[in-house]
């Protein structure tokens, strides 16, 4: 009898009839023969309307409180799905984070999974019951306060729970029927890929395509959790992520998994920086010092005769008006000139393990994007993706350029749905 | 530096206005030098919310599971009054019943306390924190699932906490000033007490007064833990509730505590039951079997000529069916006539530990409902108390002519809104 860890999301149970067709599906996994455990998010909007709430008592919610108040959206949807599952005739037990064992750091409202003690899980699924557990939501190690994971934290949970019940597979259901060679909105002959690479689902993520979380993908990646992504909407098979590495004969040997597109970060260029050493530095600290996340970085060769040089990077929108800030502060000690702030901008990136190996991949994209009359602003690359900054007014067209240039178009299009997951 | 225990229904936190509100009045008991710990119910409607979810998805939700989802309710209140509070500038730390050491029975839906162990609490008020704690919860000693205490639980947990903590005092607020000697929508004269006994105080609440529940009352007498009823919508005094025996200066000696009533119940009679030795055994047995509360219970001599007799007795309006059921499964055996079921009755009854040492309060009482033109159906009687069962078209005349007779009503009438607490 195998284990099956199930995700659902907060589109999939929005609403009582959206429970009890979860608990429909949960309950064939069971009667399929699995030991089946649950990982579920707050129903629909629970999790907006309880910010609100917070908002109309205090303009600065304490981390500790925000995040007891944010685990009341699981408990209600898991205890409901729990119930609905039982109405079928199968026992099921909802846990808490804690309860399940989710032991986290003490960083509130991005805590860090650091262990899964899940002993209670084990002992309901040996009972013969399918246990339902609560995403998103731990305990804290030290101080034993409810802590939650962050963006994505529900699909970090079930990886989490996966990896530690030795499952056989992780099963993150969503509103999408899995992972596309693009953004099906914008390329509408984007294929589905039945199975991609840990490496490239990473890259994917981190490019902007919004079906897994960063963070779950590394999880997977770490302890080799295989992933199958698919809709609660439909009973299609969707896309696995995997270890390619374990030479499964099915796997695809495909050059290019496929084309992301980001439109969160604006693009901030400090002009006339000193071209002395450690002047980066200085800049680079006082934005980390301010928290600030940093994606791109470019940095033009000086100018021979005035020995200045301009720094650009790609910093999220939310980040924007902090980063330009903290610049601000030390301009008169780095003595640079100026700053530049435009939001205006997108990042299209390819991705696929397979241009390791397959030279020219490079200029055919560069090239596709001059054909296409996209201007290219920045370069970042790694050994499996390429990104570049464009124009925002351009990304579409640039992600279908590339998208047909890479021969990634499908013969027969299907119509689908394409959207981010929730928590 | 003493320690005050507060607790706030529902109604006191309907709305975010409601928590900002109660959240100044828990810094205000802080600032006097106090170490606060408050007790909160869940918001307004939000547990009929909860429940109506529940009926969505199954129609006999696992106990359980209804307290997982029940209990979402005061994490959300706890979490936000924290928040409000350290708007205010104190820090506050909430705590779910679990948290805080409430330990009970696996009884789900009814469970009992039947330890308390706030270590955690201690240790946030020698800190210097104010500490929130989720009422009408607490986990289950064998199972460790979440249980809830059911209705007035928030109540009982309030003195429970107080008591394990050596409060100086526990603090119910709710939308009422404070315990009358009659419902005042009732009895406009009415008079607010300044102070009621323990046993007083408990058997108004078992005889309809809403203000406390019954098990919170206990709690506080065993314990001896002074319970001040107060409005949280005034700063007026409300209601002491201690031990008279204590010998306290300001404690009235009045004869008369109150005169409660009860539209809550049903009268059954089982007619002609054959009296014989165990008849009237096996129809309380069948009662209990099918879980059904008894309150007052008349047995009637039988007749000499037919050696028959009439059993009438009353229960909850919610238990009549199942009662009804019950003993029609059994009329067989036991062989008595026919079953009747009457739910257009009241209850008045008559309270004050003074009647103790007062003779002729039975009689004044009976005369004064005569002159008023009241029947009396049963009567029942304990040390401090007298209780009728009248029809309930004549309740109101029945509690007016009581209050007037026994001289309770006030020369001085304030306007008062007299309401049940949630839970």
Redesign the interface.
């Known amino acids: 009898m195998g284990v099956v860890v199930q995700k659902y999301g907060g589109s999939s149970v929005a609403d009582?009839e959206g429970?009890?067709r979860v608990?429909q599906r949960i309950v064939d996994a069971k009667k399929a023969g699995n030991q089946v455990v649950v990982v579920v998010s707050a129903m629909g909007d629970t999790t907006d309307e309880?910010i609100d709430?917070?908002e109309?008592?205090?303009?600065?919610?304490?981390g500790?409180?925000?995040d007891?108040?944010l685990?009341?959206?699981e408990?209600?949807s898991?205890?409901?799905?729990?119930?609905?599952v039982?109405?079928l005739g199968h026992e099921?037990?909802?846990f808490t984070g804690s309860?399940a064992g989710v032991i986290t750091d003490a960083a509130h409202g991005k805590a860090k999974i650091i262990d899964v003690t899940p002993g209670?899980i084990q002992t309901a699924l040996d009972e013969g019951a399918i246990a339902i557990v609560a995403g998103f939501q731990g305990v804290s190690q030290t101080s034993?306060d409810i802590t939650t994971l962050g963006r994505g934290g529900s699909d970090t949970t079930a990886v989490a729970l996966a990896a530690a019940l030795k499952a056989d597979v992780c099963e993150i259901y969503s509103d999408v029927d899995g992972v596309f060679t693009a953004d099906p909105r914008i390329v509408p002959t984007a294929r589905k890929r039945d199975r991609i690479s840990y490496e490239e689902m990473l890259e994917m993520a981190a490019c902007g395509a919004k079906i897994l979380h960063l963070r779950c993908v590394e999880y997977a990646r770490r302890y080799d959790m295989p992933i199958h992504v698919r809709s609660s909407f439909s009973l299609k098979d969707g896309t696995w992520i995997t270890d390619q590495r374990d030479g499964d004969e099915t796997m695809e040997q495909a050059i290019i998994a496929g084309v992301a597109h980001d439109r969160s970060e604006a693009k901030i260029t400090v002009v006339g920086v000193p071209d002395k050493v450690g002047e980066a530095a200085r800049i680079f600290e006082a934005l980390a010092d301010a928290q600030i996340n940093i994606d791109m970085i470019v940095q033009n060769i000086s100018a021979a005769d005035t020995n200045l040089t301009d720094i650009s990077f790609t910093v999220p929108h939310a980040d924007g008006q902090a980063a330009m800030a903290a610049l601000t502060r030390i301009q008169d000690t780095v003595g640079f000139s100026s700053l530049q702030y435009d939001d205006q901008i997108g990042k299209v990136s390819l991705i696929g393990a397979g241009m390791r190996s397959h030279p020219g991949v490079t200029a055919k994209f560069f090239t596709s994007l001059a054909e296409a009359g996209v201007n290219i602003s920045m370069i970042s690359t790694s050994e499996i993706r390429i990104s570049v900054v464009v124009d925002e007014a351009q990304v579409d067209d640039a992600v279908a350029a590339t998208h047909k240039a890479f021969d990634l178009d499908a013969d027969d299009v299907e119509a689908v749905v394409y959207g981010g997951t929730g928590r």
Chains 1, 2 share one sequence.
């Open positions: 009582a429970v009890k608990a309880l709430l917070a109309q008592v205090s303009p600065l919610p304490p500790r409180e925000m007891m108040l685990t009341a959206g408990r209600i898991m205890a409901l799905l729990a119930m609905a039982g109405n099921a037990r909802s309860q209670r034993k």
